[in-house]
């Protein structure tokens, strides 16, 4: 199983933009499908976009048309960038090794994932 590790949070005012990063420790050439979860306080962690390794895209309505995820196979890299930012995206975000079509986390396993905040 690859390591995954999260990075690129922060603070950002409401309307600004972030990117960020999952690192593999392997390649990730070979997995088939990989997501970008977020849990708020108080809420359950909730898919927020995934790609497969054909280029296909999948994002929960809330972040359509601000959010846009990639990956760079060459670089072993999962990317979120995150454009237009409200308060509701405050949250820990965290990347996973996802099933394709129901977009669930293929393991019981979390990294440490990465806080954004967003203030007004």
């Known amino acids: 199983q690859v390591q995954l590790v999260e990075s690129g949070g922060g603070l950002v005012r409401s309307g600004g933009s972030l990117r960020l990063s999952c690192a593999a420790s392997g390649s990730i050439a070979s997995i088939n499908a990989m997501g970008w979860y977020r849990q708020a306080p108080g809420k359950q962690r909730e898919l927020v976009a995934a790609?497969?390794?054909?280029?296909?895209?999948n994002y929960v309505d809330s972040v359509k048309g601000r959010f846009t995820i990639s990956r760079d196979n060459a670089k072993n890299t999962m990317y979120l960038q995150m454009s237009s930012l409200k308060r509701e995206d405050t949250a820990v975000y965290y990347c996973?090794?996802?099933?394709?079509?129901?977009?669930?986390?293929?393991?019981?396993?979390w990294g440490q994932g990465t806080q954004v905040t967003v203030s007004s």
């Open positions: 996973a090794d996802t099933v394709p079509g129901t977009w669930q986390p293929r393991y019981d396993s």
């Open positions: 790609i497969t390794r054909g280029g296909r895209t």
